[in-house]
């Protein structure tokens, strides 16, 4: 596809389960992000990846949050024991490849709706 | 600190009015980025501007400018004859060079344009 891709588009969970949020991002590009947005607020980064360099987690509100990148394509989030304030929108992000300190457009996906009940 | 602020949470203006988004931010930074995006109804954010620290430059696309003042640390977004079709949140953004590549937002604001 053209644009950056995410599955589910929605996602309802109870409590303490864990969730696994997906994101495929536009080919070519090296460069990945997750943020997370709450109703009504700006967005929080919480991880990026570029190529086989080691990830920038410090966005990562808790230990029970992580992601891993196969790559240079898809890449998952992982929310384990989930809670009520996890309920947000993530959005995931790719840029093509970042050099030195130049920041490249991020184009967005869709974003996965979570909610926690 | 990097930090974004954009004071107004919500603006509202009548179709055919101007009108300018706030944006200031902190970095300690001297190379920088700053961005401007917009989230429309459906959700999925929009990419307008990206400018580095050491154009300040204003630049113009269509309705659309751009005043970005490093004196004040400000980098603020206009938008001439508005149109219904503007009506969403825009969010402006900092990126510094140094620290790793976070991307901190600002909390955005509310555009309503009514015909």
Do not use: M
């Amino acid at each position: 596809g053209a644009g950056v891709s995410q599955s589910p588009s929605n996602k309802v969970t109870e409590k303490g389960k864990d969730v696994e949020l997906r994101c495929d991002p536009i080919s070519g590009h090296t460069a990945l992000y997750w943020y997370r947005q709450r109703l009504g607020q700006g967005l929080e980064f919480l991880i990026y990846f570029q190529g086989n360099s080691a990830p920038d987690k410090s966005g990562l509100p808790s230990d029970r949050f992580s992601a891993e990148r196969t790559g240079e394509s898809v890449s998952t989030l992982t929310i384990q024991r989930t809670q009520q304030e996890d309920s947000a929108v993530y959005l995931c992000a790719s840029s093509p490849k970042t050099s030195g300190g130049r920041r490249e457009t991020q184009y967005f996906g869709p974003g996965t709706r979570l909610l926690v009940l | 600190a990097q930090k974004v602020t954009q004071a107004q949470t919500e603006i509202s203006v009548v179709e055919k009015e101007d009108v300018t988004l706030d944006c200031v931010y902190e970095t300690r930074d001297t190379t920088y980025y700053l961005f401007w995006y917009k989230q429309p109804p459906s959700g999925e954010l929009v990419f307008l501007i990206r400018r580095n620290s050491f154009d300040e430059q204003n630049e113009i696309s269509g309705r659309y400018s751009w005043n970005f003042q490093k004196s004040t640390s400000s980098f603020n977004f206009t938008i001439t004859a508005s149109q219904v079709v503007d009506s969403a949140v825009y969010f402006c953004a900092l990126s510094e060079a140094i620290g790793g590549f976070k991307t901190i937002f600002g909390a955005g604001t509310r555009l309503f344009v009514k015909a």
